[in-house]
């Protein structure tokens, strides 16, 4: 459904690619199939191997750039980013890639996660008189660089990267080579693909179909990657890793066309839906999902469990960031602008409703009581995910949400704020089954911190940014 | 699918209400809520018993209208309007609603149709001294009312709309009152709503529901209706009146939410999905909908035949007006931008595609070579509604593409050009079992031109609206 | 000085060429010139022997237009506008050229002046079925045309004309000819210039110096120009006619660098303060001007007197029109951003103030006070013109002034309200001596209504423009 | 002149004022008034004791601010800085003040003039590790300071200024208190004002007019001032001081009712003309002054020559940045924009033309040309101050051009170029005893670099700025 009203956001996608005329064109198709990643603001840095040029703004990357600026960014190797869309604050300064000039040549910074020790390494910095451009944790590791004396960037990289703990997915470029590196839990996605002689990389594998490129391998997590005009050179930065892929990556927040690991997103939410229906075993007229990402789900639910697949819930298509909210008048008498049930679907019936997950619960309740209004004579809640917990650090902006309805209360009273007739969660370990990702040995390689509580990193007591700088515009 | 890949596009949406404190604000949502009929402009005229206010801009109604401009717009009546997407052209003198101020009061005009012998009206009204504004047909109704002479307003349209052929739903207002016409043969959807004692008219239901109105009745053909303080007053302005709705408003125009004489769109596309599935008899591995417009018959499909219905198509949700073109060197790479296959999904598998209509087959073509590259074995085309022969002229552009593939080509030339391994479209009789209208003797109250070729008004030689003029901007 | 300190505005210039290769483009420039005119819309019309192309908007000429935009328009002839800067209403729908397109070809129009008999002849037109689409006096013309049946256009405008009363430049273009217009009493000023083959028409002869033509001649007073590719035409539209220019286009409006019937602005002005100098014999230390239409007055005032000319009073190039305006309590600090007093220059001196008019009195009063903050000994005022008594009928913006001060007021009164040590108004009979057009007859052939309220034209009770309609932007 | 037509541009104003309640809105209007001095952009910071605020934009000052914008910068105190119009380059990033957020608190900066060993320090720091953000000079103070380890700001500062060479005028703010530097040599201007309890300070005293407070005294070189809510503390950094404010401020650059040093900028201009006509002795008919800058020393020639003085020369005040060049098609007609002859004025006279400086000479011959086209006789050319010989380091955009005419050709070649009939420069003596500072033994207390190759500081090979970094924007 809408981020907006889901309360769960990602935060960035990343895409890169070395070598290849049309540099800054494919990253803007890239970037652009990985717009559901992030709203707020794109950018694209190009190298023609001499100056690196930015160009980046607030706004989706159709916004930004257009036909005549993209012709402006010369170079065949290029980084871009799309950030996601937080509820103020923000501003043009933290939309990266960030381009760090200095006498001698020029870095470009795009970063995907969240550094749970960066305000203690800011700290450091500071005192040392560095001076911060942004409210952003990817910053720190530009300076960290900068302060590894006279060895080679790659050292300098290696180095920095020791320092950091928390999850990131980085590509750094200079005037001469990009620089790829994966946290040692590899909890963000990140993908090496081919097009012709060009290595290209990205935060998801639907970036490779869209721009025709082939799908290479994953990156693997600890691992550094430098591509240059010689081509492709992996080395571990560290030997302690330990898989951990996010899990709400397959629940939730990748295209469905895209695969992690190997396993096609569509697909494994589809078998979600029927772990789902096997687990909650109701009895009801239709099934329904809450469009765009529950879609798959429901229908795995349905095909399943034998109940018709409706549509109803509609979404409207054309909900700008400008959109007029109701008053309070006109909220009561029913305005239901961004998500609409259909009651020549859902009167007079009983239907299962399947979303992915339970935020706040305030969404849930809301659509409840939508589908209740337009005549549905039961309500039942499937969740494709077992009940969110606790918040995560790692880049997913659930760390701003004071309650998780889930930490507070169990399943039933959650299911009565809802206002549900029943309200069933997928199990962990069905879950991880409808996943179906090899084990080894017990572990199942992806974080489940969201709902076990079980973090991958050490966690530190600032570990939540400060709020950003709040500049006049 | 996406109106300018599929090269068939409305001509607009009516909203308007009556009596309602925060009129410019629901006109706003109803706006919104037909927002798929047009996106080339929005309007709103308000009334507040005195000087009729116009806002209107060109781009969506988030676009066109924010919090600070519709406070602005103070009255209890409004009536709006959205314009749909021409490829070049247009302009902001040709978005509606039209407001004609005099020293006598104002008369503001919105439209969803097309006049037919509207060319030949303006030569005349011409020749007497009128002025035109606009290059839209809808201002002759304006001028053939001002041409009235001294009689009253009401007797004024009665006698105007006597000379128009064609298809309409008009919605008038003054500074006293608002007037509601559609055409004898209620080509277009038109109905009426209540909100507490205000009344409103609508292109679709849903815009009811999203504002939380009841449904009253349908406009009928040949009908006039006047609603003002007092109430709501009827009468036809016509006895010779045949119903005949457009067909296509059910298979592929409308929102699945709403109800046409009774029929929710989701239900008739979903029973024409079933009905195919009967026609096609197609042994297949998996079920995929051309997004959006498609999924309803397509789960339909997927239903009746037992075959897995899979999201086999992606649809990027951000693709904007000015979306940059991939280059001929990129479109060769394959880029896709605006719909994506799933490869997960159709990998070494027998396909059934549904979408609802082909107009020029270029995109179908697209479609099946995406699927093929994508590795599906086989590719079935199913179309949920008869070939499309002949062209539109009652408010539906087809009229401007030279070529309606299936008016020169048979069935199985078509497939041959699309590259299917087979493709099947509903037979005309399947169609409306599957709509499901009572039929009316051997009358079936639909428009079929597009199918048949039997218009149900006089057809003129310069029906085609002349190529809008072209401004510099 | 400012415009909008004074109170006193002009309503247009009109520029005009026919059959030059860079029409659009020299338009642009001619307009530019004009600019001093009007500052709140700007439109072109080209014309390329075919279909007319319009390009206009709110604001200043290099705002209105860019390189782009002037290079899509397309053709060998032009006329173009600029609108005066109105306190609000306005709106795109009123900044001209007017373009009115028919099924038989296409006719712009654009006019300095104003008619004092439009709103009786929009009655009568209305009343007949026209619909008019702007709140403007000159949209009447086009509908006078339309109505004289099956005459040639140069008959029906002919025809038009003798219905107007008042005060009009108008520029006509259609797709074959160009045709220039001057009221009975050439009450506006409009000129004609030649530049290689080709004809140019503009309100003041500077434009011809800016864009490089030669100065040919004034447009009589009710002369019609047809200007088409067989050369240039005239002939009268009215044998009554009476010479009366005026005269606030010698004072105020017009540039210095203009001539006016072949005497020059700045000449004219200077001599005036001269004869102001002459009249007034005051003892004092220094002259400063008003800028920027004072200082002429000023120069001339000081060397006459033999009293220095210094720089009093410095004029802010960079207010624009989105200048903050200080609140209360800064008012009172004395914040100065229009215009400011130089003390070095005034402290301790009697000083000559030379003004050109006062309308209300209250920008006389602020300055007057400015200046002996800032330390002058004596202040005396010193006006290049007589008292304005009578308001203007004929395109000049005092018509919405309530007040003319002097209209109330004598002389004494007015000294004693503005603060000033003395105040002296030239004569009449100086003023005219000092512009020195020849004498016909007693005839001075200058209208000095606003002084004398011997209207030149008969004047009507609801001659003043109804408010303009508001429309919500 | 315009700036652009000269190519002689300045480098910044800077405003401040601590402990006003209406801090924002005064600095934009110190700003205001200070617009001559730089057109590029402009920003305000603001503190309210608490965080710094910016809000900063490309543009002018009624550009980049509004009504809203400045009520949402609260605080009692503000710094601010206008940026002069480079041809291209520049960004937003370049825009001053900067602000500097840390852990421990923010710092504003806001510079006028140039560091002439702003390189050499860059290299030094960025080797430590800083990174910059900007492409600007001013830059380097505040890494300097933050380098300074554990030191109070004061004495960060102290240390920090000591390593800086050419000329700077700082203002600095923190949340505490505001900075006020001058470089050794006073090379800029900057002045100490007082407004109610709360002062101020400015790049020219004639933003003290306009906002209604009191001049208090010019900074002195090497002078550090503290200002916080317990008043103003000054004291020297540097010993080693010798007063050189930079001459062509009195000449060209400051507002004609600006004191520097005590002396009026207006004043002083008329009697460099004055002292121009007596070396001059040239016998004509008419003396006028090249708009605006040399209106002032016009004067001055005319009164001691007893020659009138008229407006040979008229400036179009609507030039705008977006300004459509004429093609070269169009130039050969003579199209002239920007600055037009009176024809009716100079028409077989001999002109004397006071103009203030050469600097490449291609405008003065464009003059010339004008006027010879417009009909003089003869055209004298008066420069109201020697012949610029030498390129400046300290703020002035001299050093962007190759060419300095009167570096490589004689007064007679000059004259020859630009096609005058006489060409006279003002002699230093005379510039200095017409400016009337007062001696201090040998040494004038004025820089004349420019005219004699005297540099008062050290100059370095790289002191050029390197091209700014090109951003696509």
Chains 1, 2, 3, 4 share one sequence.
């Not at 004071?402 to 029943?422: C, N, P, Q, T, W």
Request: glycine share 10%.
């Amino acid at each position: 459904m809408l981020a907006e009203l889901k309360g769960l956001n990602e935060e960035c996608g990343v895409f890169g690619i070395w070598g290849h005329p049309d540099a800054a064109k494919i990253t803007y198709y890239g970037l652009h199939s990985l717009q559901h990643r992030g709203q707020e603001g794109a950018g694209i840095v190009v190298s023609n191997g001499g100056r690196l040029q930015v160009l980046k703004g607030e706004g989706l990357v159709t916004e930004v750039f257009n036909e005549g600026k993209i012709e402006k960014l010369h170079g065949k190797s290029a980084i871009g980013h799309v950030r996601y869309a937080t509820a103020g604050g923000g501003g043009i300064e933290n939309v990266q890639p960030f381009l760090f000039n200095s006498q001698n040549g020029s870095l470009a910074l795009a970063h995907n996660g969240n550094i749970v020790n960066a305000n203690a390494l800011k700290h450091q910095l500071e005192a040392q008189g560095s001076i911060f451009q942004t409210s952003s944790d990817t910053e720190v590791l530009a300076h960290l660089i900068k302060r590894s004396g006279y060895l080679s960037l790659n050292d300098q990289l290696k180095n920095a990267l020791t320092m950091l703990k928390g999850a990131y997915a980085f590509l750094l470029m200079t005037e001469t080579e990009m620089m790829v590196a994966l946290d040692p839990n590899g909890l963000r996605p990140l993908s090496i693909g081919q097009i012709g002689d060009a290595y290209c990389v990205a935060s998801e594998t639907c970036a490779f179909d869209i721009i025709g490129a082939e799908f290479v391998r994953d990156v693997m997590p600890g691992e550094l990657i430098v591509i240059d005009d010689r081509g492709l050179h992996s080395e571990p930065f560290t030997l302690s890793t330990s898989s951990a892929i996010c899990t709400m990556e397959y629940v939730y927040f990748s295209r469905p066309d895209s695969n992690i690991h190997g396993i096609n997103v569509h697909t494994a939410r589809k078998s979600m839906g029927k772990q789902l229906a096997m687990e909650a075993q109701i009895d009801a007229d239709v099934v329904t999902g809450v469009p765009d990402s529950s879609i798959s789900a429901a229908i795995g639910y349905a095909e399943l469990a034998g109940i018709p697949y409706e549509l109803g819930l509609i979404k409207n298509r054309y909900v700008g960031r400008t959109f007029i909210q109701p008053s309070q008048s006109l909220r009561e008498q029913g305005v239901k602008m961004k998500l609409a049930p259909v009651r020549g679907v859902v009167e007079g019936k009983r239907v299962i409703m399947v979303d992915d997950s339970i935020v706040r619960g305030t969404t849930s309740r809301r659509i409840v009581t939508m589908l209740r209004e337009a005549g549905a004579k039961e309500v039942h809640v499937c969740i494709s995910s077992p009940p969110m917990k606790n918040p995560c650090f790692y880049g997913i902006d659930t760390s701003t949400h004071e309650e998780l309805i889930a930490s507070k209360h169990s399943v039933e009273e959650i299911r009565e704020i809802i206002g549900a007739d029943s309200l069933t969660f997928l199990s962990v370990e069905g879950m991880l089954k409808a996943i179906g990702r090899p084990q080894d040995g017990n572990q199942c390689g992806q974080c489940l911190a969201c709902f076990t509580g079980n973090y991958p990193t050490e966690i530190y007591p600032d570990t939540v940014l400060p709020h950003e700088k709040e500049l006049v515009r």
